[in-house]
């Protein structure tokens, strides 16, 4: 058990306070507390204890004391001194007291903050009563003296932020929103993440309505100090209920409860959203909730409220009446007023009792001055009563009132939606309620709204809108509605979706009897289902006597109805029946399933039981338009002309000619009369066409959609030879009729392929007849196998037409027709192809199989003994066999010479093939013989490289070796000359032109270069003689060492780059002085190049220019030697 210990004065020893076990009177520890002049913050936590343990009085009477000016102290000296004091009993009774008078403020004046807690604890205690008080005076003067208790904590220091957070929550208690929200501030921007702030400002912004800003602070506040109060989980909880986010919602008041489990607003917050679930699950835990609520605070008119809300919704009126007659006494308060008049209305509504509805829901609205925004739900209430009693302008008038508070209220929008249909606003009618659902997705009723508002208009739309209103039944634990199951089940149905069709209509009709004939469970066999004994009800009494339960629900037969009319969908037409027998069984009166009884009769081509069943449906009302027109029809299938014509003009009477089957009925009765194969006299064809053609167009005036009535307008139009129009007709009904079960129209298919057919545009017939096999007769008609064949056989596309009519034959084995025509494709195709100038051994021989297969089966039509009955000539069917033994003959001549010319043509491909074998033989070796050749040139070439570079490298050596010759030779001149002077002359002369020239050396360099290659050219001539060359470089060596060098030496020390800068002019080769002098000036142009410096600066830069060039290149060509 916590505890706290008070130390006793001038002694070691302790008062030990067990906080579980505080006194009911707070003056004993008052006495303590005072005697031992114990520290504040004791003081505080055995307020606070006493605070949480609901003891409110004594919780401020400590607090009191321990804030007054001034209080006295009670001094107390302890008898025995050795004694261990476990309580304050025994404090008490071994000690005796001396009283004092002590100023707080001077004896604790160095302990600031827990004197401003104390101060800020009383201001925040006061500020909690004015804001519960219900009467104006007293909440005024709770908030005064809270106003005063924080003024003093300021006194003592005003940037206490404790002291402003609390200022801000009294503020924003008496409503001064603005002025909170600064307090606020103020301690936010020197504390940013001082949590009380953060939760001041959060509730400021939930007062404002900013609740995305209020949730921010919030989680700002949780993230700073993640061990707050569980009011901060409450807060948010708050805001995400406000912005819709009702699961996030939950979790934040169930963590709430988790932390504090007497969190009366967290109880209340959630009890009404599980009374909002409309679920009986949801319904107990809000009862809980709310009760639970009550037991902790039995006057919170919230939870009052709330709880007449609740037994409002369970019918407990009187309870209603008793928790609002407690909020109205327990409340002053205007707005609760008003939320109790509120419910008052709604009890007395949900009662019937227009007029004290009215009136109350006027009271409340009284009670807000009435101002509909202080309290708009009255308007609401009102709205509904006027559109009960029929008033939908004043009805429309409070709704819009309503709007003008909450332009996205979602309960007002579904109410002005269904007005504004009522008024035949359609489009505006779902304007309204596609806004609701997007402002509240979560909202199924909005859905469903939005669903049967969209049904005439799309279908699909529709289903996705009943869909999510399912979804969120579901998710919110409602039981869905048969009525959204069963428009669901339907638009399945109407989309082709049958299997899904299928679950929603189980879903919706729940456990029975169709259950086990569904599942297959029973055997239909067995019970004798069939539509010739829909009077006995025999088979109902035998499942009555097994133990199995017949009943069925009233507001589960149209779901029956329409699951039984899936199962003919799915060609169960047995457990269809049953279904139909089972209606009538419970609901003999139920037309529609005799009606649907009857047309199975007609499927199954039994027409007199089909007239019966319709004429015991005319039997419950005699002028059904749906059973005369269906009877009319079936007289005219059974060629009763006249009974046909007068059924459809008592259709049509029976609704005062505004029914358009009826009059299509008619048109129909004319075109058929036309097209009548007996007696068929142009002049009446022509009228009857004219007439009916009169009575389509006038069901398109009064319906211009009635794609029946545009489909007879298309027939007419085509038998009087207008395709191009008709066409146009056909389409526009086909694409307006694509993917709707309940608008299924296979003719309107056939009648477009057949225009093609007429038209020539085969292709087209072929696919559109196709594409109605396979969505409309699942392959299974064989008429439309007829049309297709036809179609196939105008083609010449014989063996698409043959496998045609075999399907056909396979499907009805006893329509002898098809057979005759299979018989004369086999024949026409056989003779088509003996016809063609060239034609294959393979087709020859599928030719005389075709004709063997032609004999074999006009051979069986000829043995059949109900031949006439089936409209065949005995002489016309021998003359087909004798055709086709003729072409059998025939065909095996021809296949004989197909058989020869096959073999020709196989010899010759054998022979080609050979040959072109050959050819790429030769070929290849003639490819492997050059890349031979190709392979042994590039090692030759690389060959010859390898030895040129080795030679070029010798010479490289042998003139680097007969550079000492020259000098000698040099000696030699100069003592020839004598005194040397002539020689010194030209070689000064010469080192002068060699000094103005220099740019010329690139020149006479590149000369030499072109001297050596030529060299090297020789030499690869001569290059089988390798000892020849080498004795000669030998001699060459020998001739420099003993006389002057020749030119052709010289050039080739030029061309290895070993030239001998020294040498004489006169010693110089004829050919380089030459160009040297060609290159050189004289002492005239000397003169003349001083007197033009320009054009000789000119010069020496292009000469210059020429020298680089001349390197570049020499560079160049020595990498490709080198490579």
């Known amino acids: 058990m916590a505890s706290v210990y008070i130390p006793v004065q ?545 507001n589960k037969v149209t779901t029956l109805f329409n699951l039984a009319r899936l199962l003919e969908q799915l060609h169960k037409t047995e457990a269809a029946t049953f279904l139909y027998r089972l209606i009538l069984f419970k609901y003999p009166g139920y037309i529609d399933a005799y009606l649907r009884l009857a047309a199975s009769a007609k499927a199954q081509n039994n027409l007199p039981l089909a007239i019966e069943l319709v004429n015991e449906a005319l039997k419950v009302d005699d002028k059904n338009p749906n059973a005369l027109s269906l009877l009319g029809e079936l007289e005219l299938k059974n060629d009763d002309w006249v009974k046909a014509k007068e059924t459809f003009r008592a259709a049509s009477d029976a609704t005062d000619g505004k029914d358009s089957y009826a009059i299509l009925s008619l048109g129909n009765w004319n075109y058929f009369a036309a097209m009548r194969n007996e007696k068929r006299n142009p002049k009446l064809e022509a009228t009857h066409l004219e007439k009916a053609k009169e009575l389509y167009t006038k069901v398109l005036t009064k319906h211009n959609s009635n794609m029946y009535a545009a489909n007879g307008s298309g027939i007419v139009l085509a038998e009087k030879g207008q395709f191009d129009i008709a066409k146009d007709v056909f389409t526009q009904v086909q694409e307006a009729a694509s993917g709707s079960v309940f608008l299924q129209m296979p003719d309107v298919w056939v009648n477009l392929a057949h225009v093609y057919f007429a038209q020539g545009n085969f292709a087209l017939a072929v696919k559109m007849y196709q594409n109605c096999l396979r969505k409309f007769f699942y392959n299974t008609d064989s008429q439309i196998l007829l049309y297709l064949a036809r179609t196939h056989y105008e083609a010449e596309q014989w063996q698409n037409c043959k496998k045609t009519l075999l399907r056909a034959i396979h499907l009805t084995p006893s329509n002898y027709t098809f057979r005759f025509d299979l018989g004369a494709v086999m024949q026409k195709s056989s003779s088509s192809t003996l016809q063609k100038k060239k034609r294959t051994a393979d087709e020859v021989r599928s030719t005389v199989a075709e004709a063997e297969n032609a004999v074999r089966v006009f051979t069986q039509l000829s043995a059949a003994s109900d031949l006439h009955v089936h409209g065949f000539d005995d002489k016309k069917i021998q003359t087909h066999v004798q055709y086709c033994s003729h072409l059998l003959e025939a065909s095996k001549v021809h296949r004989e010479a197909a058989e020869r010319e096959e073999l020709q043509n196989r010899q010759r491909l054998e022979v080609a093939r050979q040959a072109a074998l050959a050819e790429e033989a030769r070929r290849k070796a003639e490819e492997q013989r050059k890349y031979q050749l190709e392979k042994r040139k590039q090692e030759d070439e690389l060959r010859r490289l390898k030895q040129e570079e080795e030679k070029f490298q010798r010479i490289k050596e042998q003139w680097k070796t007969s550079t000492p010759g020259s000098h000698k030779r040099k000696d030699r001149v100069e003592d020839d000359d004598g005194e040397g002077k002539p020689s010194e002359r030209r070689r000064k002369k010469g080192g002068k032109r060699r000094k103005k020239d220099k740019s010329s050396r690139a020149r006479h360099y590149e000369d030499d270069e072109e001297e050596v290659v030529t060299m090297d050219d020789h030499n690869e001539v001569e290059d089988e003689d390798g000892n020849t060359n080498y004795n000669r470089e030998d001699e060459l060596t020998n001739q420099e060492t003993e006389e002057p060098v020749d030119d052709d030496a010289h050039d080739l020390l030029a061309a290895a780059g070993l030239e001998d800068p020294d040498v004489d002019d006169d010693e110089v080769p004829a050919s380089v002085v030459r160009r040297r002098r060609a290159l050189s000036s004289s002492d005239e142009e000397g003169e003349l190049m001083e007197n033009q410096p320009n054009s000789i600066l000119q010069r020496e830069k292009e000469e210059n220019n020429k020298e680089e060039e001349v390197a570049n290149v020499e560079e160049e060509e020595e990498e490709e030697e080198a490579n």
């Open 10 to 554: 001038n002694s070691e020893e302790e008062v030990r306070v067990v906080l579980d076990q505080l006194p009911r009177d707070a003056s004993d520890i008052l006495d303590i507390l005072k005697a031992e002049q114990a520290p504040l913050d004791l003081w505080l936590i055995i307020a606070r204890e006493y605070f949480k343990q609901g003891k409110i009085e004594q919780f401020r009477q400590i607090l009191e004391e321990g804030s007054s000016s001034g209080m006295v102290m009670l001094l107390s000296f302890v008898k025995n001194s050795l004694l261990v004091l476990e309580s304050f009993w025994n404090w008490k009774k071994n000690s005796f007291f001396v009283s004092c008078w002590v100023d707080i403020d001077e004896y604790y004046a160095d302990v600031k903050y827990e004197r401003i807690a104390i101060l800020n604890a009383l201001g925040a205690y006061y500020s909690y009563l004015g804001k519960t008080e219900t009467k104006n005076r007293e909440k005024e003067e709770q908030f005064i003296m809270a106003t005063q208790y924080y003024n003093k904590a300021s006194r003592i220091d005003m940037h206490e932020p404790s002291t402003w957070v609390g200022k801000g929550q009294l503020l924003l208690a008496k409503g001064e929103i603005d002025n909170a929200l600064q307090a606020f501030k103020i301690v936010l921007d020197t504390a940013p993440d001082n949590v009380p702030a953060l939760l001041g400002q959060a509730s400021v912004e939930f007062n404002r309505g900013r609740f995305s800003e209020s949730l921010q602070l919030y989680k700002r506040a949780l993230q700073v100090f993640p061990g707050c109060p569980a009011a901060v989980r409450l807060g948010i909880g708050l805001c995400r209920y406000k912005l819709g986010q009702l699961d996030k919602a939950r979790q934040a008041f169930d963590r709430v409860l988790q932390l504090d489990p007497d969190n009366v607003e967290a109880l209340v917050a959630l009890g009404i959203m599980d009374l909002q679930a409309n679920d009986s699950i949801g319904m107990r835990k809000g009862m809980e909730r709310m009760q639970q609520a009550f037991e902790i605070y039995p006057y919170c008119a919230s939870a009052l409220n709330y709880l007449a809300n609740h037994f409002f919704f369970t019918g407990q009126h009187f309870l209603v009446e008793q928790l609002t007659e407690t909020a109205l006494a327990v409340t002053t308060h205007g707005p609760t007023k008003s939320h109790s008049f509120y419910n008052l209305a709604r009890s007395y509504h949900s009662k019937g009792d227009y007029e004290k509805a009215g009136m109350y829901y006027m009271a409340a609205i009284k009670e807000t001055d009435n101002k509909p925004q202080e309290f708009v739900f009255p308007y609401f209430g009102l709205g509904q009563v006027q559109l009960k009693l029929g008033e939908f302008k004043g009805s429309v008038v409070n709704f819009e009132k309503v709007l003008e508070v909450y332009p996205d209220n979602c309960e007002t929008l579904k109410a002005l939606g269904h007005l504004y249909t009522q008024l035949g606003k359609t489009d505006k009618a779902l304007e309204y309620m596609r806004k609701a659902t997007k402002l509240d997705p979560r909202d199924a009723q909005a859905y469903v709204g939005l669903g049967e508002l969209l049904i005439p208009s799309d279908t699909g739309a529709a289903l996705d809108a009943f869909k999510m209103a399912r979804t969120l039944m579901k998710k919110g634990g409602q039981d869905v509605p048969i009525e959204v199951l069963n428009d669901i089940g339907a638009l399945h149905f109407e989309r082709e979706e049958f299997e899904s069709a299928l679950d929603n209509f189980k879903e919706a009709l729940g456990d029975g009897i169709w259950i086990s004939f569904i599942d297959e469970k029973e055997k239909l066999e067995q019970t004798g289902v069939s539509v010739l004994g829909y009077k006995d009800t025999g088979i109902f009494h035998k499942l009555i006597e097994s133990g199995h339960s017949v009943d069925v629900p009233w």
